[in-house]
């Protein structure tokens, strides 16, 4: 399979609990983005990286919230003492690049659930 | 303000008729996309329909048809021969070209659609 997988699928934690989510984005595609989505709502732009570099971070990505991606390929987003507020799926997508419609591909998510 | 609007929370439909989800935006840019993901229980996000802001013509794929009317800065998507596969999620999203912001995709808060046999 060649499309974009994230690890775990989902997550049990304690609040206050570190919890770490992996993706690995479709391999020649150098534009990497997360996401959250919370029950009935669409999807929140957490992040974005080109390459390894993090060129985009939204409001809602608190000091709590760190995504890397280091090589330029694979990135993971760390949540640091977890919070029930965190519980939510969250979603990797990646595209080659922002041209004629700059179509996000997805991966099926990480759900989070934070007791 | 939402930039996204999707007003019908839920939809139903029979087998193999055509139905419409609607999707209203708005934006001062003059460039910008539209795109319509579908989301099945899975959670994965899957790519449907893309209209141009200056595309002439309205988009179509397969089944997927996507009614674009600038005017009225609507964008509503047209599933024809409804299958009970196409039970999910449907998102509208918008990406502004304008710099600096063609980032990051701006969503609706979807329609459920339910195609009953």
């Known amino acids: 399979d060649t499309g974009v997988s994230q690890d775990p699928r989902h997550k049990i934690t304690k609040r206050g609990q570190n919890v770490t989510f992996r993706c690995d984005p479709i391999s020649e595609h150098n534009r990497l983005y997360w996401y959250r989505q919370t029950l009935g709502q669409g999807p929140e732009f957490l992040t974005y990286?080109?390459?390894?570099?993090?060129?985009?971070k939204s409001r809602l990505l608190s000091d709590r919230f760190s995504a890397e991606r280091p090589k330029g390929s694979f990135s993971t987003l760390e949540i640091q003492r977890t919070e029930q507020g965190d519980s939510a799926m969250y979603l990797c997508?990646?595209?080659?690049?922002?041209?004629?419609?700059?179509?996000?591909?997805f991966g099926e998510g990480s759900r989070l659930t934070v007791l | 303000a939402q930039k996204i609007t999707q007003t019908q929370p839920g939809m139903f439909v029979q087998e193999k008729e055509a139905v419409t989800l609607d999707c209203t935006y708005d934006t001062s840019d003059q460039s910008y996309g539209l795109f319509w993901y579908k989301q099945p229980s899975s959670g994965e996000m899957i790519f449907l329909i893309y209209q141009g802001s200056y595309d002439e013509q309205n988009a179509t794929e397969g089944r997927y048809s996507l009614n674009f009317q600038k005017a009225r800065k609507s964008a509503n998507l047209v599933i024809s021969a409804s299958q009970l596969g196409d039970s999910a999620m449907y998102f509208c999203a918008m990406r502004e070209w304008s710099a600096g912001n063609n980032r990051k995709l701006i969503w609706g808060l979807g329609t459920s659609l339910a195609v009953n046999p």
């Open positions: 997508a990646s595209s080659p690049k922002v041209g004629i419609s700059g179509e996000l591909f």
């Open positions: 990286f080109q390459n390894e570099a993090q060129l985009e």
